[in-house]
């Protein structure tokens, strides 16, 4: 196995916060074993086009309480041709890079492990996404921010649907999973969520509804995950107001919002824990992993069952929720 001198490391995919906080890790730990440090721009186009800057430790002074990523980051169409990655191995070759740590989402982590398979790339994953939808690790870098930003809205929205009497849909990112949806509905109080492992019924949601409405409820908060097919928050909100013309519907899309904003001390200390094992994983012969949290220990997840298992919702959320919301 060949010696690790130099590593470059790189954000891709949607940025999630906390971003900052792992390349810092990175690249101070790689520097502490005395290696060199390549920051790679906007992802893997940056790889393709040479886009890449030597890092010191002070090229990361300054950015962990920052969201978003120093790194810049893209979702590389021409990284899924071979001609692009045949680019992109160019590159490797040409700054001596021996090593990649990728730090992004699903996507992210399937580009890494195309490239280790096809150039025997040593590569190592970080999750970063606010979907939390990686499978092996119990959170996802960022996504501790999201949530506590989608409860701040949430609270926020509550405040005028109670004044007004009505029920809000509030559609919440998450791409095809309802981590985010599901977790924040419980803690912003919501009477429902609908979430896309768990498709519940407008019947079985206006039931919730109407329930609370008799009850003492003046207003409902129902938490929707965001869904291009279905429609979102928009078509439930729909069908509500042509069933139901004697409530006073309205709907807010909370959109790139989820993705903003200071990392929370969570995600901060999980991206800080991540960066460190990650030298450490390449240090030991790891390759070709997605550093996970489990139970509060680092765990290393081999990319194969972390971008192709599905990360199951916990039913006992759902339940929660259904006992709470009555
Ligand atoms: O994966 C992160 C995410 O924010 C998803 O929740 C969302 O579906 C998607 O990215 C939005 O992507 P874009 O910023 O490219 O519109």
Same mark, same amino acid.
């Given at each position: 196995?060949?010696?690790?001198? $130099? +590593? *470059?490391?790189? =954000?891709?995919?949607?940025?999630?916060?906390?971003?900052?906080?792992? #390349? /810092?890790?990175?690249?101070? %730990?790689?520097?502490?074993?005395?290696?060199?440090?390549?920051?790679?721009?906007?992802?893997?186009?940056?790889?393709?086009?040479?886009?890449?800057?030597?890092?010191?430790?002070?090229?990361?002074?300054?950015?962990?309480?920052?969201?978003?990523?120093?790194?810049?980051?893209?979702?590389?169409?021409?990284?899924?041709?071979?001609?692009?990655?045949?680019?992109?191995?160019?590159?490797?070759?040409?700054?001596?890079?021996?090593?990649?740590?990728?730090?992004?989402?699903?996507?992210?982590?399937?580009?890494?492990?195309?490239?280790?398979?096809?150039?025997?790339?040593?590569?190592?994953?970080?999750?970063?996404?606010?979907?939390?939808?990686?499978?092996?690790?119990?959170? $996802? +870098? *960022?996504?501790? =921010?999201?949530?506590?930003?989608?409860?701040?809205?949430?609270?926020? #929205? /509550?405040?005028?649907?109670? %004044?007004?009497?009505?029920?809000?849909?509030?559609?919440?990112?998450?791409?095809?999973?309802?981590?985010?949806?599901?977790?924040?509905?419980?803690?912003?109080?919501?009477?429902?969520?609908?979430?896309?492992?768990?498709?519940?019924?407008?019947?079985?949601?206006?039931?919730?509804?109407?329930?609370?409405?008799?009850?003492?409820?003046?207003?409902?908060?129902?938490?929707?995950?965001?869904?291009?097919?279905?429609?979102?928050?928009?078509?439930?909100?729909?069908?509500?107001?042509?069933?139901?013309?004697?409530?006073?519907?309205?709907?807010?899309?909370?959109?790139?919002?989820?993705?903003?904003?200071?990392?929370?001390?969570?995600?901060?200390?999980?991206?800080?824990?991540?960066?460190?094992?990650?030298?450490?994983?390449?240090?030991?012969?790891?390759?070709?992993?997605? #550093?996970?949290?489990?139970?509060?220990?680092?765990?290393?997840?081999?990319?194969?069952?972390?971008?192709?298992?599905?990360?199951?919702?916990?039913?006992?959320?759902?339940?929660?929720?259904?006992?709470?919301?009555?």
């Amino acid at each position: 196995m060949k010696e690790i001198k $130099t +590593i *470059g490391v790189l =954000t891709s995919g949607g940025d999630a916060p906390g971003m900052n906080a792992a #390349i /810092r890790a990175v690249t101070r %730990s790689a520097i502490f074993e005395g290696w060199k440090v390549y920051g790679i721009y906007r992802g893997y186009e940056g790889l393709i086009n040479g886009d890449i800057k030597e890092f010191t430790s002070e090229s990361v002074s300054n950015t962990i309480q920052r969201g978003g990523t120093i790194l810049k980051t893209a979702r590389s169409q021409e990284f899924m041709t071979e001609d692009g990655r045949v680019k992109a191995y160019e590159n490797i070759k040409k700054f001596g890079i021996d090593a990649l740590i990728i730090i992004g989402g699903n996507g992210s982590l399937s580009g890494a492990q195309i490239l280790a398979k096809e150039y025997d790339i040593p590569c190592i994953g970080l999750p970063g996404t606010i979907d939390n939808d990686l499978y092996g690790t119990d959170s $996802t +870098i *960022g996504y501790d =921010t999201a949530l506590n930003t989608i409860v701040e809205c949430v609270d926020k #929205i /509550r405040d005028t649907a109670t %004044s007004h009497d009505r029920i809000f849909f509030i559609e919440v990112m998450g791409r095809d999973a309802g981590f985010l949806t599901q977790n924040s509905a419980i803690a912003a109080g919501a009477e429902a969520a609908i979430i896309p492992e768990d498709k519940t019924d407008i019947d079985q949601l206006e039931q919730f509804i109407s329930r609370g409405f008799r009850k003492s409820k003046n207003s409902s908060i129902v938490l929707v995950s965001e869904s291009p097919k279905d429609g979102g928050a928009m078509h439930y909100a729909e069908r509500m107001r042509n069933e139901h013309p004697e409530y006073d519907v309205r709907v807010t899309i909370l959109g790139h919002l989820q993705r903003g904003g200071t990392p929370t001390a969570y995600d901060r200390i999980l991206a800080s824990r991540m960066g460190v094992a990650a030298i450490e994983a390449l240090n030991e012969g790891q390759r070709n992993v997605m #550093i996970g949290i489990k139970n509060d220990q680092i765990v290393y997840v081999p990319f194969s069952r972390a971008i192709k298992i599905d990360k199951p919702i916990d039913r006992e959320l759902i339940h929660v929720l259904g006992v709470l919301s009555i």
